[in-house]
């Protein structure tokens, strides 16, 4: 029991001495470039803003093909309504619109985040 102790003793203190190292290591590359973190949250919402358009394009699509699937589902002369096509339309109507409005959100924040970042890199009362 006592060899156990030890052996989990040991490694403990030496995956504390790793943290500390670790964090150590991060403050020193943060002095030596100070400026990288920014540009990596700056390709991140560069990122978030290109992929919420394509998510929005693609539900644009998918209203579209609600819309194509409503229209099949009253084809000929009658008034017959298929139900199962109405109710597919319904679900991807609706999840298209849900979809839409997720991609402008995530598209206003990523502005909003993108431009406040560069506003504050600017400095207070520099207006370009």
């Known amino acids: 029991m006592g060899m156990q102790e030890f052996e989990q003793e040991e490694q403990e203190k030496s995956e504390q001495r790793a943290y500390q190292y670790m964090g150590s290591y991060e403050t020193e590359r943060q002095k030596i470039y100070p400026g990288e973190a920014h540009r990596e949250s700056i390709a991140l919402h560069i990122v978030a803003i290109v992929l919420s358009s394509i998510g929005f394009v693609f539900s644009i699509l998918g209203i579209v093909g609600a819309a194509i699937v409503f229209q099949t589902a009253r ?54």
């Open 75 to 128: 084809i000929g002369g009658n008034a017959e309504v298929h139900p199962a096509l109405v109710a597919g339309g319904v679900l991807g109507l609706v999840g298209s619109i849900l979809s839409m409005l997720v991609f402008i959100a995530i598209f206003v924040v990523a502005i909003v985040l993108l431009a406040r970042r560069i506003i504050l890199r600017r400095g207070p009362g520099r207006v370009p």
